[in-house]
T-cell receptor, first 111, second 116 residues
């Protein structure tokens, strides 16, 4: 059974810091991995999608890496801003059609 | 519409009643998912529809839960004889078919279900 773990569960940083969120998964036979952002009371917004054959994806200040063999992904946020405050979720597409989600990292960027 | 639309946004019901939750996916998205998010927990997969294929119902927690997707577009999730443990946010997502290299999921804002 695929399990996804995210560390840390919560993170508080001052504005401007670079930060790394971690995601690990137990079964490396994944199809792809996605990072999402969830604001309070809202749905999820897809940030980055990395196919199993890729090593990283970048979008603006965000960079996600994937090491499939070790079952790890990181989301790097450069020059953090208060507007980055949200819950960040990692999800892997494993066998079949469903995405398996981690519990998320709650990020707070203080101004 | 421009995004995934879910209704109602909030639903309060009494234990034992039936509820229907609606999802209107992005036009052209043939894949549709239902997830459940309980307080303090991760997202739990419920059901997946892809075009005219038989749905993947492997995540439905009991036979009180059912879903249908008519005409390959709008989907309805029905919970019969609701229980307090059914209280959660029910999220719908849609995407292009998997295998095309562009399977980003687009989520609706969810339906907050409260069973009293």
């Amino acid at each position: 059974k695929q399990e996804v773990t995210q560390i840390p569960a919560a993170l508080s940083v001052p504005e401007g810091e670079n930060l790394v969120l971690n995601c690990s998964f137990t079964d490396s036979a994944i199809y792809n991995l996605q990072w999402f952002r969830q604001d309070p009371g809202k749905g999820l917004t897809s940030l980055l999608l990395i196919q199993s054959s890729q090593r990283e994806q970048t979008s603006g200040r965000l960079n996600a890496s994937l090491d499939k063999s070790s079952g790890r992904s990181t989301l790097y946020i450069a020059a953090s801003q208060p507007g980055d405050s949200a819950t960040y979720l990692c999800a892997v597409r494993h066998h079949g059609n469903k995405l398996v989600f981690g519990a998320g990292t709650i990020l707070r960027v203080k101004s | 519409g421009a995004g995934v639309s879910q209704s109602p946004s909030n639903k309060v019901t009494e234990k034992g009643k039936d509820v229907e939750l609606r999802c209107d996916p992005i036009s052209g998205h043939t894949a549709l998912y239902w997830y459940r998010q309980s307080l303090g927990q991760g997202l739990e997969f419920l059901i997946y529809f892809q075009g005219n294929s038989a749905p993947d119902k492997s995540g439905l927690p009991s036979d009180r839960f059912s879903a249908e997707r008519t005409g390959g577009s709008v989907s309805t999730l029905t919970i019969q004889r609701t229980q307090q443990e059914d209280s959660a946010v029910y999220l719908c997502a849609s995407s292009l078919p998997s295998g095309q290299g562009n399977e980003k999921l687009f989520f609706g804002s969810g339906t907050q279900l409260s069973v009293l």
